[in-house]
């Protein structure tokens, strides 16, 4: 295991949202404060800093984790992607995204970037989820503006969707 100083910056690189990116922090930074501050990546919400909210979920190495639970230094050399990463900049927003927005499963949108990151994580382990299975999932995140069925609903149509896309046949096979 790497021995860090306490009184020294550490430089942390990482792949963030799929290009290489470093930046400088104490031992002690979370990666939650580390995304925002350090790296700009401000889509990464705090909530309550305990892991009780889900505000701050991103997916290192492709599993949901809370980044307010998680040290800075613990990603060194890994893969982070944040909601930033689940659409092009310039591009149209994800399939999941899309759904959300259709069945307006957010309102303030304080918790939706968790929410979108941990449902992301969940639809490629999970793709066929029952309704009783996707609000199990969503046990982790406190919402206080949708009442969570219109999340259930874009997550169980987006499960949907993709399942029709990956059986209809495509022109030229």
């Known amino acids: 295991m790497k021995q860090c100083s306490r009184d020294q910056q550490h430089t942390v690189r990482l792949t963030l949202n799929g290009a290489a990116r470093s930046a400088a922090c104490e031992p002690r930074m979370l ?5 925002r501050e350090g790296l700009g990546a401000t889509g990464t919400h705090v909530g309550c800093e305990h892991g009780v ?3 701050c979920t991103v997916q290192i190495d ?3 984790g809370r980044s307010c639970l998680t040290l800075a230094l613990q ?24 759904a959300f927005k259709r069945h307006h499963a957010l309102q303030c949108g304080f918790c939706t970037a968790g929410i979108l990151m941990s449902c992301d994580d969940y639809l490629r382990r999970v793709p066929d989820p029952s309704e009783a299975q996707v609000r199990d999932m969503l046990s ?10 219109p999340i259930v609903a874009a997550v169980l149509e987006t499960a949907s969707l993709r399942r029709q896309a990956a059986t209809t046949p495509h022109p030229g096979d």
């Open 31 to 35: 990666l939650s404060d580390f995304l």
């Open 53 to 55: 909210c889900g505000a």
């Open 62 to 64: 492709g599993v949901a």
């Open 75 to 98: 990603v060194d050399g890994r893969r982070v992607d944040t909601v930033e990463g689940l659409c092009d900049a310039d591009g149209p927003m994800s399939d999941l995204q899309q």
């Open 140 to 149: 982790g995140h406190l919402c206080r503006c949708t009442g969570y069925t």
